[in-house]
């Protein structure tokens, strides 16, 4: 690859980006895996329940796949929750670099956003809105990005009026 003569002033998210892209892929293969091991669990539990004793020790053999197969989830979820994270802030730690200004959180306060119980129900789709409006492209540097007011609709239909 030839040198670039400028150098590229974001931190890079790329391989980040298609790290977490290919994290959330095998979730979506994982989480198929584990839709058909819970239906041959519970055709296993029910043979085994209605007296077909030789599916036992197949159900046995099956419940410890499951629990396997449970803890590689487990395992996926945290480094996929960890390389989302991390792209988020520095995706946010990007945006001064696109010009926008009057953010409210920090990278490390987006980051942080995902992982306190309580906030985490209501901060990151703050957070994400935040990002995605900051870097929209319609707005130039220095231009606001900030959500206008919104005008109150008027209750008819048709023209609003200041007598309303």
Do not use: K
């Not at 980040?16 to 839709?35: E, F, M, P, R």
């Not at 209605?50 to 796949?65: D, F, P, S, T």
């Not at 703050?126 to 870097?135: G, I, P, T």
């Amino acid at each position: 690859m030839l040198p670039c003569a400028h150098p590229h002033p974001f931190p890079a998210t790329r391989r980040l980006t298609l790290l977490a892209v290919a994290l959330l892929a095998a979730h979506v293969v994982l989480a198929w895996l584990v839709a058909q091991a819970v239906l041959v669990l519970i055709e296993l539990a029910w043979r085994t329940v209605v007296g077909r004793e030789e599916y036992r020790a197949l159900l046995a053999a099956h419940l410890g796949q499951f629990r396997a197969l449970r803890t590689i989830r487990l395992a996926l979820w945290l480094v996929t929750a960890a390389a989302f994270v991390r792209w988020v802030g520095r995706a946010q730690a990007n945006l001064p670099i696109l010009g926008a200004t009057g953010f409210r959180y920090a990278p490390r306060e987006a980051m942080t956003a995902f992982l306190v119980p309580g906030p985490n129900v209501v901060r990151p789709p703050a957070v994400l809105r935040e990002l995605w409006n900051a870097s929209d492209p319609r707005y130039p540097a220095g231009m606001t990005w900030q959500p206008l007011p919104r005008r109150r609709a008027c209750a008819g239909g048709g023209r609003c009026s200041s007598a309303h």
